[in-house]
Structure formats: C-alpha cells, structure tokens
C-alpha cells in the first residue's frame, strides 16, 4: 500500500508560481512510476506530467512544456511539481498518483492516488 498526500496549492497570481509536494507513506517509492494529472471543474481529468521510479525518464503533456516540470527524491518518498508562469486556465485541484508501470498519461493504470490540492490562479 502507498499512501500520497499532496500540498503546495493554493491562490496565486497569473504569472506566479506554485511547487506541489506529494509525499507518500508506507511502502519505498522507487518502484513506481508518479505523475501528476488534474481536473478542473466539469473537466475530465488531465495528465499533467510523469517521472519514472528511478527519476531518469520524465514525460510531460505537450501543452505544459516549459512551464511544469516534475521531480521525486525517493529518499525522502516525495515527489513535486513545480509550475511556473501560471495562467488562470491552469486552475483544477492537482493529483499525485503511483504507478507499477510505465503508461504515463493514462489515468487508469494508476494505482494509488492522493485526495488532491487546490491550485486557483486569478487573473
């Protein structure tokens, strides 16, 4: 069992940044894949970017290139998000998942998923 818990969000400017923490409990997470999606209201939810377990493969959504990057220290079980340069459209409550295999934009082959944090940018 892996427990993820996110935090890091909250209100910010456009223009602004955020940086996203999520830290799992229970088992080690470097045999996981993490990645991050989103959902904003009335939206399905979106993949947003994915490291591998051992951190050296990262895969973001094209849209988001440039602004989102994402990161993990398996030491200390957590893994980040740092969003740069935000834009009110990138308002939606942010999910930390964990993943056995490599499928990274794909929401089902997920496991195990955090409650998510809010993340709104006004204009």
């Known amino acids: 069992q892996v427990q993820l818990v996110e935090s890091g969000g909250g209100l910010v400017q456009a223009g602004g940044s955020l940086r996203l923490s999520c830290a799992a409990s229970?088992?080690?997470?470097?045999?996981?894949?993490m990645g991050w999606f989103r959902q904003a209201p009335g939206k399905e939810r979106e993949f947003v970017a994915a490291?591998?377990?051992?951190?050296?493969?990262?895969y973001n959504t094209d849209s988001l290139k440039g602004r989102f990057t994402i990161s993990r220290d398996n030491a200390k079980k957590m893994v980040y998000l740092q969003m740069n340069n935000l834009k009110p459209e990138d308002t939606a409550i942010y999910f930390c998942?964990?993943?056995?295999?490599?499928?990274?934009?794909?929401?089902?082959?997920?496991?195990?998923w955090g409650q998510g944090t809010q993340v709104t940018v006004a204009s």
């Open positions: 490291i591998s377990g051992s951190g050296s493969t990262r």
């Open positions: 998942a964990a993943s056995r295999v490599w499928s990274p934009s794909l929401p089902r082959s997920y496991e195990y």
């Open positions: 229970g088992r080690t997470i470097s045999p996981y894949a």
